[in-house]
């Protein structure tokens, strides 16, 4: 459950403690606490085992407020401090998001793993010093991409998917609404160089379920739209976006994300996602099922054999946290590859640029 289930900055699901090492094997450290999301990282990391060593902000106003979730974390004086510290294996960090990859590549060049916040990087120009970054130092750039790996329908309809439940995945449907809370957002919020804009933001979610559920390595923007709709007081932010996607195998992906979520709903967002398999279908209700619960995770299968439906929350966990674990100790790839968080990275930003260029064409054409 969020620690606020109306607040999406504050989503941090909390699971069942299954450690994969021994206390004191995996120490991490968080940095730049920009986004509550970094709580939801924390969890999942502390659920499977790691050590929390240090914390770091260059805010004491955040790094107070970090504290009483997680009382007596040692206090880093500065970044340096963390960077420095050799039994640190792993940085968990939620910086803005236009400074997550320099971060990343500080990191990494320190010798440690990175594991940040979604959007892990917004421009391709970023995202060609991250894929140099790993190449000449070996380490790992993470990204947290929570409507997937860390809802427990998400992940239950990956592991049913792979078993061939619903066939050959030929089409992926994500809806990613969310609700806006202009007055609790940061400065940096507003800024569309900062965030990339709501492709990046929320969009790379969508796009990587995509390519997880579908099996995909690699794909291409058929269509993106991002629009202004209704928020003039805040021009520097999309609060509406769909993309359309195509895999070589002729998989195909259209979702849509908003700011738009009405206040009487009691969680930040409905969001869903349906899967078209050849012999079947999958429905992930993430967060609520309307009218019907307030409770997330629930999971619909239509197939042959007819109709089920699953309540899964507290019943299936998290196990991305403890596989991303072991793959730093044992340098693997089970949790998630290397190419599969660029790709959904390289796709999301694709998508914001052809949306932007075609809404700077329309504004161009319609100017007399």
């Not at 609404?177 to 990339?196: M, Q």
């Not at 969001?271 to 009218?291: A, F, H, N, P, Q």
Request: net charge negative; glycine share 10%.
């Amino acid at each position: 459950m969020a620690s606020d289930r109306r607040e999406g900055m504050s989503y941090a699901p909390t699971g069942p403690y299954r450690p994969v090492v021994a206390a004191g094997e995996f120490p991490f450290a968080v940095a730049h606490l920009e986004h509550g999301h970094v709580y939801g990282q924390v969890n999942g990391l502390l659920e499977a085992g790691a050590t929390l060593r240090w914390v770091y902000d260059p805010d004491p106003a955040k790094v107070a407020a970090f504290q009483q979730r997680y009382p007596d974390t040692p206090v880093a004086r500065d970044l340096d401090e963390v960077l420095g510290d050799e039994a640190v294996a792993l940085v968990a960090a939620a910086a803005v998001p236009d400074e997550r990859c320099a971060l990343g590549v500080r990191v990494m060049e320190a010798g440690k793993d990175y594991f940040t916040d979604k959007a892990p990087l917004t421009t391709l120009a970023q995202l060609d010093d991250a894929k140099a970054a790993v190449a000449r130092t070996g380490r790992k750039y993470l990204a947290y991409y929570s409507e997937r790996i860390h809802t427990e329908a998400g992940v239950r309809a990956g592991e049913l998917i792979a078993d061939g439940a619903i066939g050959r995945v030929i089409q992926v449907l994500g809806l990613g609404p969310h609700r806006l809370s202009l007055p609790s957002r940061p400065a940096w919020f507003f800024d569309k160089a900062r965030t990339g804009g709501i492709l990046i933001d929320l969009g790379c979610h969508q796009i990587e379920q995509f390519l997880a559920y579908a099996g995909a390595t690699d794909a291409e923007v058929v269509a993106a739209r991002a629009e202004n709709f209704a928020h003039p007081e805040a021009p520097g932010i999309d609060d509406f976006g769909e993309a359309m996607l195509r895999a070589p195998d002729g998989a195909s992906s259209y979702f849509r994300v908003d700011w738009f979520t009405a206040d009487g709903l009691p969680t930040w967002g409905d969001g869903r996602t349906v899967v078209l398999g050849t012999d079947g279908t999958i429905e992930m209700r993430k967060y609520l099922d309307l009218t019907r619960s307030d409770q997330g995770d629930h999971l619909f299968l239509v197939d042959h054999r007819g109709v089920r439906h699953w309540e899964l929350a507290g019943q299936v966990g998290y196990p991305f946290f403890g596989q991303l674990i072991l793959d730093c100790l044992r340098r693997t790839e089970s949790a998630m590859t290397q190419a599969h968080v660029f790709k959904a990275a390289e796709l999301s930003v694709r998508a914001q640029a052809w949306a932007d260029e075609r809404r700077a064409q329309a504004q161009a054409q319609a100017r007399p």
